[in-house]
């Protein structure tokens, strides 16, 4: 695949290395470059000793990966900060980069007072218009690390390093530099981030990195164009200047398009699209999925074959294009016009709506392919909304998209709905995505992205934390038919993101602090996991609550920092138990935690460790769960409607087989089986439930519910051989009733929370006095 050939052929770089070694070691030879890409892309290091030394290599950590008489083979594991190094190296590489810094490269420069400096650059990388200037950052662990000094000591060396790689290119010919730092496992502070924008020093977080990686791996060189396309936005594209064709321009939808034919060489370069798995922070609409490299060579081998489209690809120009007009006399439709496009010359100028896999279907394929036709119907400047509600009409019908994504994209199509749930949701997944994006936030890059496949810590899904958000009322919640807003929201949208992601990040980064090993770990630790974050968020909405009755707080006119300041102090002992508790204490508290109860159980059992120094925290039903945790009242009150159960059903059986016998009838079904439950659901239930009971399987009668007994009993063959048991009128009920039987379901309601002691359910006051009507009118009654 050439499409980096255009690049390569406007080269202009001076190539006499004896008189230009102020770049040194720089790469350009082909066998070279293959041998450094095939050291770097190797996880391990390797090297070759003489069998004699192999005990010392290996005291240094080197391991035998294969032995020989005159020469063992070693391999070490290579460390983070050059794992690193040689990621970012391999990237630029499969990018079509073909000029690359060899081992301890370094800039040689002349300063203002004509000394001459050095200094060494992680990597480098140069073709004909742009040159990559990286620093490289890593951590053993995820955590903070002030780069400060870094960037300081990159900025006052920007000019110097300008005028060193300046003289590498021919007059004339300025070279685009992009200053990037790329970082693993670093959290950056704001300042940072702020002193590097300032200065036009891109940042690339293991997140962008990962991305890049795999965009690049399925798409080849073309890929380049992408990448470039996040470090120049704005600035032309070599070689595309004055791109004139023949176009239509009219109206859609009320949408200025323009349809015009052109080709893969030219679209790819302007071409961009905003993924989730990239979720760029600058406001546009990320709702593509990931592009299949299985979809993108099947589209490759079928264009090969003679194979084209028919159909357009659809973009959107983020810039008004220019559009010459032809004579008037031959453009009299008042609809349509004729004229002449002048394509964008921008990088990122032409965001792909619908079609990236026919485009880029094109990336791996020689350069005689290039130049094929494409149809394309472009929008000028469609609204982000717009755009997004247009990709998701369009492959709504091909290809469903998943709700991960759907969640995500609410952001970008629904804020401000008339319909309040659906903006609630929307604002959720906003704060969401901006907690996941920012570079500063402890949950940065911990969200599973649609189309990516996730790191192992990356294990948090993005629709579970705006159900939590929904849940806790943090940013607004549904009275009737209108959004309230909440202690977390602000004037407007905006101001909501803002306040709520800035108070949660404080919030967060405390539990993440306490014990950065758990917090990392996600589903092995119990803490970072979904469950977890929707129960941290519950705690937040619980302890507002708490200190607004009990001190006054009026936590909605808060200014962000004092909000935190107040859940973080109250929040402490949480942290606390974080930081010391043993992994069989959280295992205990915190593990097989799942659906809503398993979150609400969660969020009790974290409520409980602060009522350990606030006795009278909590609501009503959490001080009736502490209550009746530890109650042996609660086990006994268990025990009775279990057993009261067992005899219900046991009785029923036993008195249909006295009745209608235990003989075989025509369908060899027993008699009491047939003619006693008459109700073929019923049956059909009891034989389901007895097959999946593959461990113990006892008769069907035995997996006869509690409610199916009011059907049976209720039978006209059966109801006079009941009678005198289950007909039990309970305190209040209307007189003059049949049967008097509502009592078995009410029962079978507590004799449910008796079954799953493991959920989080608990019994009211009045499921109490219920239990003692039992106990005096019913039980009696039963039969032993």
Known sequence: ????????????????????????????????????????????????????????????????????????????????????????????????????????????????????????????????????????????????????????????????????????????????????????????????????????????????????????????????????????????????????????????????????????????????????????????????????????????????????????????????????????????????????????????????????????????????????SLFVLAFEKMAVQKEADLFITINHKQKSVPKSLLVSLLADIRMGDSDPSTALSALGSAVVRMLNTDKTSPLARRFATHGMPPEPNQNLTISEAVNGLRRSALIGKLTGKTLAPGVLSGATDEDTIKRASSVLSVYFEEVRIANPTRWEAGREAYIAVNPGIRALLSVVSEVVSYLSHKKSLDFALMRPEEFADNIKEFCKPIFTFIKKASDDEVRTRFARRFGEGGVKEYTYHLMQILKETHSDFGSEEFQRWVEQSTSEKIDEVNQFLMKLAERLTNYVIDTLKKVHGTHRLASDEQAFWEIGVESERIRRNAFEAQQRDKARRKPKEAYLNIVDLAEIVKQQNNWDHFEHVFKNPMPGERSGQKYYIAWIQNFNELRNIAAHKNQLKTYTDEDLEFVEWLRTDVHPKVPA
Not at 25 to 36: C, K, Q, W
Not at 59 to 67: T, V
Not at 166 to 189: C, D, M, Q
């Open 1 to 372: 695949m050439n499409i980096a050939s255009s690049a390569e052929e406007l080269l202009s770089l001076e190539v006499e290395d004896s008189k230009t070694n102020f770049l040194s070691p720089l790469l350009r030879d082909e066998n070279e470059l293959a041998s450094e890409y095939r050291k770097r892309r190797n996880t391990n290091d390797l090297k070759s000793v003489h069998p004699a030394d192999v005990p010392a290599e290996e005291a240094k950590g080197w391991i035998i990966q294969r032995p020989g008489k005159r020469a063992t083979r070693l391999k070490r594991e290579k460390g983070h900060d050059k794992w690193l190094e040689d990621r970012v190296w391999c990237l630029l590489h499969a990018m079509g980069y073909r000029s690359l810094n060899g081992a301890s490269f370094k800039i040689t420069f002349t300063r203002s007072d004509s000394s001459v400096g050095k200094k060494q650059i992680d990597v480098y990388a140069e073709d004909g218009e742009t040159a990559l200037v990286i620093e490289c950052k890593s951590r053993t662990e995820r955590g903070r690390r002030s780069l400060q000094k870094d960037i300081q000591e990159t900025i006052s060396l920007q000019q110097y390093f300008r005028e060193a790689i300046g003289k590498r290119f021919k007059e004339g010919v300025k070279p685009k530099i992009i200053w990037l730092y790329a970082t693993n496992n670093i959290l950056w502070s704001t300042p940072d981030i702020e002193r590097a924008d300032a200065y036009d020093i891109k940042i690339i977080t293991e997140n962008e990195l990962q991305y890049f990686e795999t965009f690049v791996r399925h798409m080849g060189p073309a890929g380049r164009y992408q990448v470039l396309g996040e470090f120049l936005k704005g600035q032309k594209v070599p070689g595309l200047a004055n791109v004139k064709l023949p176009a239509i321009r009219g109206k859609i939808g009320g949408e200025l398009f323009y349809s015009f034919v052109t080709t893969p060489r030219n679209l790819l370069k302007i071409a961009f699209i905003n993924h989730q798995a990239l979720n760029h922070p600058d406001g546009r609409p990320a709702y593509q999925r990931m592009i299949s490299s299985t979809r993108i060579r099947e589209i490759g081998a079928f264009i090969q074959k003679g194979g084209f489209f028919p159909t357009n690809i659809l973009v959107n120009f983020s810039d008004a294009p220019r559009f010459d007009l032809i004579s008037n006399a031959e453009n009299t439709d008042p609809n349509i016009k004729f004229g002449w496009i002048t394509l964008p010359s921008k990088y990122r100028s032409a965001w792909i709506i619908d079609g990236q896999h026919r485009l880029y279907g094109f990336s791996h394929l020689d350069d005689e392919y290039l130049d094929q």
